[in-house]
């Protein structure tokens, strides 16, 4: 310290100039800044492929309300004509229910007037319009919340074996659930129509401001604490507002196509801001989780955690004991509800498109057909990725392969006691244990080994609550 301090001003300037330091002697602080660069840049890609996979698990139940439910609801209409609806499955019910719901809203959603809506938001001032597209992007999110459970609460009171015969209850949770179908699809409708005088106005300022507020998620988010399992849910939240923005766009490209007389020129007008929005959602995304992962130490791998356990809710409502259907399973997880969507799609494709004629029909018939070759395609290859995703994450316990008490019958009760009273007597014979201990778990669809016990490495999987 002495030496320091009689340096002159030469030799601080040689020094400054000469002198080096070694990093090794801080090896664990760089290794460790290291790695978090490394996490940081495979973060977008771990999580674009989550994105992928869920995107296509709602293309999928998305399709599905206008390819196989039609077809389901004519199967079983036939049973109901007889009537007695205990003639009908639980499934059936709930496709009847569905099919209901849909007709009804569409009837519904035919008296509300696109036109007058559209001119009456493009008199309001551009902050106006910013004010209204961020309120209506909140009560997106809680009408969704809230529709789950509607949807929900109807068809267990339509289907639950121990209520007493009676329709007062029914009618009751019915008329809730096309009350929220129709009010949810009126506000897609009013998202759509927001967008859409923003695609259309002369200097694109609402356009870039209702952008500018995706940024806004950022400070939202990346400051706060958060474990595994609130990441969990910030993106099935993501992975629901980005399928629901895309149909949105499509809506707002059906309806500016159409006051174009289909004009195929004007498809490249729309097309660079419909470009401008995909992509300001993706950087929004990408650049949110980057920073939550960091700030909360999470690593890159936890996003196929979230995959698996998405496979594994697929997978499980695809066996012969199903608890319920694939899309309801999926949909409840990411909170995504896919009737009000569904149906103002119907309403704008009908108003958009003119069928007249036998050949138009054809046409409607084919791309019937397509959409429904589509729908199996991706379930198929769905399916597939999800047991594959199972099988890498070594999950299998998760998956049930037994029935609820509640609903199994007297007999499978009585064959379940005969198969115990075999299994406590043959326990003491060493090949019975060791034949046991070879069974391996079953599934419907896709055969996926046992896990080894006792397992050579536990992975931990994330599971959570439904999205609320």
């Known amino acids: 310290m002495q030496n320091l301090s009689d340096m002159s001003v030469v030799e601080f300037l040689r020094i400054e100039l000469t002198r080096g330091y070694l990093l090794e002697h801080n090896e664990a602080k760089y290794s460790e800044s290291r790695e978090r660069v490394y996490n940081c840049l495979r973060v977008p890609v771990e999580l674009e492929k989550l994105m992928t996979f869920a995107s296509f698990l709602c293309l999928d139940a998305f399709l599905y309300v206008f390819t196989l439910l039609p077809l389901r609801v004519l199967l079983a209409l036939p049973r109901l004509l007889a009537g007695s609806r205990s003639l009908l499955q639980p499934a059936q019910v709930c496709d009847v229910l569905k099919g209901l719901i849909l007709v009804v809203c569409y009837c519904m959603v035919g008296y509300v007037d696109y036109s007058m809506m559209y001119h009456m938001i493009r008199g309001q001032s551009v902050i106006k319009l910013y004010f209204l597209y961020n309120m209506l992007e909140v009560a997106d999110r809680l009408f969704s919340s809230a529709g789950q459970d509607i949807l929900d609460a109807l068809y267990w009171t339509a289907t639950e074996p121990k209520r007493k015969k009676g329709a007062r209850g029914l009618i009751t949770h019915l008329l809730m659930a096309i009350l929220y179908v129709f009010l949810h699809a009126i506000l897609i409708m009013v998202q759509a129509t927001t967008l859409s005088v923003a695609f259309n106005s002369h200097n694109k300022s609402l356009l870039a401001i209702m952008m500018s507020s995706n940024f806004v998620q950022i400070k939202g988010s990346v400051f706060k604490k958060f474990e595994k399992n609130g990441l969990f849910q910030i993106s099935n939240g993501d992975i629901k507002e980005r399928f629901t923005n895309h149909i949105r766009l499509l809506i ?217």
């Open 252 to 468: 707002v490209c059906l309806r500016n196509m159409e006051q174009f007389s289909w004009n195929p020129d004007h498809l490249w007008v729309l097309f660079p801001d419909v470009v401008m929005v995909i992509v300001s959602e993706v950087v929004v995304d990408i650049v949110k989780h980057t920073f939550i992962t960091k700030f909360n130490n999470i690593g890159a791998d936890v996003y196929g955690e979230y995959r698996a356990s998405l496979a594994v809710d697929l997978v499980s409502s695809w066996q012969k004991n199903a608890y319920t259907d694939y899309s309801d399973s999926v949909c409840r997880r990411m909170g995504f509800v896919s009737l009000p969507l569904a149906l103002m799609l119907i309403r704008v494709v009908n108003s958009s498109v003119k069928i007249q004629g036998p050949l138009s029909l054809v046409c409607v018939l084919l791309f019937y057909l397509g959409m429904t070759t589509l729908k199996v395609l991706i379930s198929i290859v769905m399916l597939g990725k999800s047991c594959m995703f199972v099988k890498e994450a070594n999950v299998e316990e998760r998956l049930p392969d037994a029935p609820p008490p509640a609903i199994v019958s007297s007999r499978a009760n009585s064959r379940a006691r005969r198969v115990k009273r075999t299994h406590t007597a043959t326990l003491r014979d060493p090949a019975t244990e060791r034949g046991a201990s070879s069974v391996i778990l079953k599934i419907s669809i896709c055969h996926l080994p046992a896990p080894p016990s006792p397992p050579a490495r536990e992975r931990r999987l994330m599971t959570t609550t439904d999205h609320t």
